[in-house]
């Protein structure tokens, strides 16, 4: 176990600006600024219920997570072509790059492009072409995992799967996004194990609103490896030591449950708890065009609320890159290069 050193408290912040870290919980559709919405609106010709950038930005504010549901379909409304899904994923690359993030794994929810009449092959070869080129371009591991809806039926997930099926090699795993209280994990039994069985990875959010049972089933019956959210854990005992014998991992996302009223506060978010427990948390994103901030902002706000350390710097960050579906080699090199930078900020570089 690598042992962390000192930090100054002063160079915390860009010690954690600096960190090689992963991405795990980031839906490319949620990476959609305002600015580009309007760009490709005009480009597609789709009308927008919005004067401006300006006024769409200013409806940004949410109740809870239907409300924001609501804003965030209406926004991926503008992608229509192949090249709008190459567009979006790369302006989020971008913003990757800078946060120093080396591994990215991008959710994207096909439904809610296909329902429109946009082919399946434009949504899945743009963002894998943008995949592709961040690797090449930029030095950032990238790969998907297509989204059911949970809020539609397992028929419909069931023949979405089938429909992505000539792109299988193009993506890595399969997860559950959407409306999730009514809509338990097991709804979707069927159609997770035949993405199993398809060797694909299995993860779903559950506990970001639902209770603890969702949780429960994602992990008996979908037999995910991660758990998207997963704060509500904390209100049941037995389920937290599962976590932990487990060492399950939660893609937590402290700015989103912010802007979705998850909690009401930053400085009352449980993700230092849960961390203090032996949880096997990451730090994530979600939807940063919408919850005002990319995975470095998300870092720098929760340190400051929970005054968090170095040493939970250090976790969170190797957390991120055990718990991806990378290469072990990669994950070799990427942590080397995180106890490296440690190392750097430790001598005062
Ligand atoms: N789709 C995009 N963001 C989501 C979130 N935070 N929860 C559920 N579904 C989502
Ligand atoms: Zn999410």
């Known amino acids: 176990m690598f042992k962390v050193h000192a930090i100054a408290p002063h160079r915390l912040p860009d010690l954690l600006s600096a960190m090689p870290k992963a991405e795990l919980h980031i839906h490319i559709e949620g990476s959609l600024e305002p600015e580009l919405i309007f760009a490709l609106a005009q480009r597609n010709g789709v009308?927008?219920?919005?004067?401006?950038?300006?006024?769409?930005?200013?409806a940004y504010a949410f109740s809870n997570l239907q409300s924001f549901l609501d804003l965030y379909y209406a926004g991926a409304s503008v992608l229509l072509h192949e090249q709008d899904f190459y567009d979006m994923a790369w302006a989020y690359f971008q913003k990757a790059k800078a946060d120093h993030v080396v591994r990215a794994e991008l959710f994207f929810d096909p439904q809610t492009h296909t329902a429109r009449g946009v082919p399946m092959g434009a949504v899945i070869e743009g963002?894998?072409?943008?995949?592709?080129?961040?690797?090449?371009?930029?030095?950032?591991?990238?790969?998907?995992?297509?989204?059911?809806?949970r809020h539609l039926s397992e028929a419909d997930a069931l023949e979405t799967l089938e429909e992505a099926m000539p792109w299988r090699a193009h993506f890595i795993g399969v997860g559950l996004d959407s409306s999730e209280v009514g809509h338990p994990p097991e709804k979707f039994a069927r159609v997770f194990a035949r993405a199993r069985e398809q060797g694909l990875h299995a993860v779903a959010h559950a506990g970001e609103e639902g209770p603890p049972a969702y949780i429960w089933s994602a992990l008996d019956v979908l037999?995910?490896?991660?758990?998207?959210?997963?704060?509500?854990?904390?209100?049941?005992?037995?389920?937290?030591?599962?976590?932990?014998?487990?060492?399950?991992p939660l893609t937590v996302c402290p700015l989103s449950n912010l802007k979705l009223c998850v909690f009401k506060d930053l400085a009352e978010h449980n993700l230092g708890r849960m961390l203090d427990a032996g949880v096997r948390v990451t730090l994530n994103s979600d939807d940063p065009a919408y919850f005002g901030g990319y995975l470095n902002d998300n870092y720098l706000q929760t340190f400051a609320a929970l005054h968090l350390s170095a040493r939970q710097a250090?976790?969170?960050?190797?957390?991120?890159?055990?718990?991806?579906?990378?290469?072990?080699?990669?994950?070799?090199?990427?942590?080397h290069e995180l106890e490296h930078t440690f190392e750097r900020f430790a001598e005062g570089d």
């Open 223 to 248: 037999q995910v490896e991660r758990i998207d959210h997963g704060v509500q854990a904390i209100h049941d005992a037995a389920l937290m030591q599962r976590l932990v014998d487990t060492q399950m």
């Open 127 to 149: 963002l894998r072409r943008a995949c592709d080129d961040a690797q090449s371009q930029l030095g950032i591991s990238a790969d998907l995992i297509l989204c059911f809806l």
């Open 314 to 335: 250090y976790q969170l960050a190797a957390n991120s890159i055990e718990a991806s579906f990378a290469p072990e080699a990669d994950k070799h090199r990427w942590l």
């Open 47 to 58: 009308p927008l219920p919005y004067a401006s950038v300006q006024a769409l930005r200013s």
